[in-house]
């Protein structure tokens, strides 16, 4: 579950990128959000994984007033919540495998372990076999489905995504919007920040507009049937 | 047991990272291994001075000198009641002739020689006591302890009067002791030099890996995740700075060992071969090891906290 209420940011310098933000998200439910250029969705994102503190106003997650976390308890917010983040945030001097098993490697997860989930994630991704690539010598799509490999390899409860898709044509969009979508049907929360409509349209999934850092419209979802072949998918979580 | 196998992970992964960048990981390891040698050097000049001294032939001599008209046989008892004193190692008695034949060898060479053959004669009769010559035990060299040795010896009956000549023994003191401050200093300054050296290093470590410590909070890399290899590269530079140190040690020995040769023989031991011995080897890398892991402590306290995900 995620709540905002009357969430406001304001950067050091000055500038306004969200006012007053209120809603709320189930656990277990899919949600885009869209709006144009600056309109605030990267900071959204921000606020929900503390990467940036609110200026004003509440956000708590899965029951948590994250304003009141600790330093020493961010990794644990963290370790819930995947993000896929709009500049991928790969460690270039790493292997695509280094990158994805990252957030395994800092729980201590055990070598084998790590190994299999890799594998089967970047399975997932369409990236199976360059594990041992680094991240400079793929392409700008192929970065964004490591980083979307790295947020989904620690199984967490919240999925934030911000334009996973932004570099992809529309098969391979849907293939990724695909993988979101099966997280979300095994009860993962998912936000997805993107420019991509046809998306929404397709999957029929409830989306918050954002402009100028404020809520200008909210579509609900319209009732959704489950497909064998999403019933498919879902199996591999 | 998990734990161990992570944190020997990270030791070998640090390995790899250090061998990435050979160039300036020797350069460090190297100016921690001088920063390391000069103390050691400054511990072989400090010991060997010990040896030196307590090897010393010239080491400090009492003369006690008896009441004069004492016969020989109480001449004796004392003698040997001086010898059984715990802190004697070896005494001698000297009967009025020996001291007499002994004196005017000494000042054979004098002019005085006449008049006092002249004095003697005046007077008839031998004018010297008995003496008795000791030389204290090693332990027993120090300023305070012959003070002490002298109080107690005078307290015997017999013993008219006792000389000792501390000059040198206070000057030797005096300078040993000098060495051992200037040493001490100079070996905490080098230690801060090196400490400075190791965080300065790992302070352009943590800034090099700037972005990659940032990602690694960002997926929920605690704050101890993030330090600990630079914690291993740390602990490492000691570990490599004092092995080089050794070497180092070992090869100017092989160019000291001459020079050392003829020190030693004037004294009879040898003094450079104990100065080191393999016990000190491994303190000297145990210290090299604490010495970089605190150093890469206080650089990583320092500067990784200031590093936050955008
Ligand atoms: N660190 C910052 N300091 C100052 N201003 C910032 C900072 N980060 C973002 N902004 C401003 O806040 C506004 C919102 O930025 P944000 O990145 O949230 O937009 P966005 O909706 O994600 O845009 P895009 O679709 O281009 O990614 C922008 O006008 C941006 O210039
Ligand atoms: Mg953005």
Known sequence: MIKLSQVSKRYPNGYDALSNISFHVEEGEMLFITGHSGAGKSTLFKLISRIEKPSSGQIWVQGKNINRLRESQLPQLRREIGVVFQDHKLIMEKTVFDNVALPLIVIGMPRDEIRKRVRAALGKVGLEGRDQALPETLSGGEQQRVGIARAVINRPSILLADEPTGNLDDDLSDEIIDIFRDFNRVGVTVLIATHDLRQIDRLGCASLELSKGEISAYHAAPAFELTQEHREQSDFF | ?310
């Open chain 2, 1 to 310: 047991m998990n734990f161990f196998l992570r944190q020997l992970q990270v030791l070998f992964a640090t390995l790899g990272d250090m061998r990435r960048t050979p160039m300036s990981s020797f350069n460090t390891i190297m100016v921690v291994a001088i920063a390391l040698l000069l103390p050691a050097y400054l511990y072989i000049g400090v010991k060997t001075t010990d040896q030196l001294a307590s090897n010393w032939e010239g080491r400090p001599q009492l003369t006690l000198f008896l009441i004069n008209d004492i016969s020989p046989q109480e001449a004796q008892l004392i003698f040997q009641e001086v010898q059984l004193s715990p802190s004697v190692a070896h005494a001698e008695i000297i009967t009025p002739e020996q001291g007499l034949a002994e004196f005017s060898l000494l000042s054979a060479t004098s002019d005085q020689l006449v008049d006092f053959e002249e004095q003697l004669e005046f007077l008839g009769e031998n004018p010297l006591p008995f003496s008795i010559v000791l030389m204290p035990k090693l332990e027993y060299i120090s300023t305070d302890a012959i003070k002490e040795l002298k109080l107690l010896l005078g307290s015997i009956d017999g013993i008219d009067s006792i000389r000792l000549d501390l000059e040198w023994v206070e000057r030797f003191g005096a300078i040993t002791e000098t060495i051992k401050r200037f040493a001490l200093i100079l070996s905490v300054l080098l230690a801060l030099g090196l400490m400075l050296i190791i965080g300065n290093t790992i302070k352009l470590l943590i800034m090099n890996r700037r972005h990659e410590i940032e990602v690694s909070k960002l997926v929920g890399g605690s704050n101890r995740f993030v330090r600990r290899p630079f914690l291993y590269y740390g602990a490492l530079f000691g570990f490599f700075g004092s092995i080089g140190a050794l070497l180092l040690l070992w090869l100017s020995s092989i160019a000291i060992a001459p020079a050392v040769t003829r020190l030693v023989l004037s004294y009879g031991g040898n003094p450079f071969l104990y100065a080191f011995s393999v016990q000190d080897a491994f303190a000297l890398i145990g210290l090299g090891i604490a010495l970089g892991w605190l150093s890469a402590r206080w650089s990583v306290a320092q500067h990784i906290w200031r590093i936050r995900p955008r």
